[in-house]
C-alpha cells in the first residue's frame, strides 16, 4: 500500500532558536518511520535532545525484525531515555535537557504508535478525527481523572508541565499503540505542542479533508504562525493509499478562505447583537416621534375648539337640552 507523507518545522513568532526535530524515513526492513520531538532545556540543549532522539530512534528501527513490535519499540525507548538522560547529567549546559518523542511506524497494512511527552497522532478518516495519543501533561491527568474540564485545561497555568519526557529521569514508560489495521484513506498528522495548542481538531479535519498533503501541513504550520507562534511549530501529514488531489472547482479553499475560528464567531455575534440594537434604537425614536405627532394633533384639536364663541356653545347644548 502506498504512503505518502509530508513534513514541515518552524521556529515560530517569538522563539529565536528552534528545539524540534522531525523525520520521515523508509527503513531497510521495509517499514515506514514518521516521527516528531520537541526539546527542551537550556542553551541548544533542547535541539540536541530533539535532534539526537530522532537519529538515534531510525538507527534503532533501521532492523527491526520480530512478531513482538510493541515490546521492542518499548525497550528501544526506554534505551534511547538513558541515553539521553546521561548526556544531560554529563554536561553542566545540558543540564535537565529532554525531549518530547512521538512516532507512527507503519509496516504493510498495519500501524504502531509510541509516544512519551505532549506531542500528539491524530487519525482523520471519513468517520471524524481522533488523537490517538494522551498527553503526558499534569493536566490531562487532572482531566482523565475528572477534576478538570477540557476547557478548563486549556488556560490552566501549568498545562505545559509534563509528567514524561525522554531524558528527563532514569526511566520511562512510553505509550504504545498496535497493531492496528490503516486503510487506504487514512491521514494521520503528528505535530508538536506548538500546533495543537492553537489550532482545534475540528479545524485539522476540514483542513485534511479538503487540501493534498502538502497544502494541509502548510496551511495548518502557517494557522498557529498567524494566531501567535508563541512556540516552535513541526507537523508531518501522512496519507495512506492516495493523495488527495488539489480542488479543482472555483470555490475558495481554506487557504484562501480562512477557517472561522472562535474569534471569528464572537465577531459574528456582536454583530448580530449590535444590528439587533441599532433595530430596536430605530423602533423606539420611530414609536416616540409618531408618540409627539399624535399628541401635537390632539393639542390642535382643542385649541379649535378652545376658540369656538361661548354663546355658541351654548346654544347648542340648549338644543341639545331640548
Excluded at 96 to 125: C, E, F, P, Q, W
Excluded at 226 to 248: C, E, F, M, Y
Amino acid at each position: 500500500m502506498k504512503v505518502y507523507s509530508y513534513g514541515r518545522t518552524d521556529v515560530g513568532v517569538v522563539r529565536a532558536n528552534n528545539e524540534d526535530s522531525y523525520g520521515i524515513f523508509n527503513l531497510g526492513n521495509g517499514g515506514k518511520l514518521f516521527v516528531v520531538a520537541d526539546g527542551l532545556g537550556g542553551h541548544l540543549a533542547g535541539e540536541v535532545a530533539s535532534s539526537t532522539a530522532v537519529k538515534r530512534l531510525r538507527d534503532y528501527l533501521e532492523n527491526l525484525s520480530g512478531e513482538d513490535i510493541k515490546e521492542a519499540l518499548k525497550v528501544i525507548f526506554r534505551r534511547l531515555n538513558r541515553e539521553i538522560y546521561s548526556m544531560g547529567i554529563s554536561s553542566p549546559a545540558r543540564k535537565g535537557m529532554g525531549t518530547t518523542l512521538t512516532l507512527l511506524y507503519i509496516k504493510g497494512n498495519h500501524a504502531y504508535i509510541a509516544h512519551v511527552g505532549d506531542s500528539r497522532v491524530y487519525r482523520i478518516s471519513g468517520q471524524g478525527i481522533e488523537q490517538l495519543t494522551q498527553d503526558q501533561s499534569f493536566v490531562e491527568k487532572l482531566v482523565s481523572n475528572g477534576l478538570l474540564s477540557e476547557e478548563e485545561a486549556k488556560k490552566h497555568p501549568r498545562k505545559n508541565v509534563l509528567l514524561q519526557m525522554i531524558g528527563m529521569k532514569k526511566e520511562v514508560e512510553p505509550q504504545i499503540i498496535g497493531p492496528f489495521e490503516i486503510k487506504e484513506g487514512d491521514r494521520f498528522l503528528l505535530c508538536t505542542d506548538g500546533l495543537s495548542n492553537l489550532v482545534m481538531d475540528r479545524e485539522i479535519y476540514d483542513v485534511f479533508l479538503r487540501l493534498s498533503l502538502k497544502e494541509a501541513v502548510d496551511f495548518l504550520v502557517n494557522l498557529a504562525k498567524k494566531r501567535g507562534g508563541p512556540d516552535n511549530i513541526t507537523a508531518i501529514g501522512v496519507s495512506v493509499g492516495k493523495q488527495l488531489p488539489k480542488p479543482t472547482s472555483l470555490e475558495e479553499t481554506p487557504v484562501e478562505r480562512p477557517i472561522p475560528s472562535q474569534g471569528n464567531n464572537l465577531r459574528k455575534r456582536k454583530k448580530l447583537v449590535l444590528f439587533i440594537a441599532i433595530v430596536l434604537i430605530l423602533v423606539f425614536v420611530f414609536a416616540f416621534v409618531y408618540y409627539l405627532f399624535t399628541l401635537n394633533k390632539k393639542e390642535e384639536k382643542l385649541e379649535k375648539i378652545e376658540k369656538i364663541p361661548a354663546s355658541e356653545t351654548t346654544v347648542k347644548e340648549k338644543q341639545n337640552d331640548r
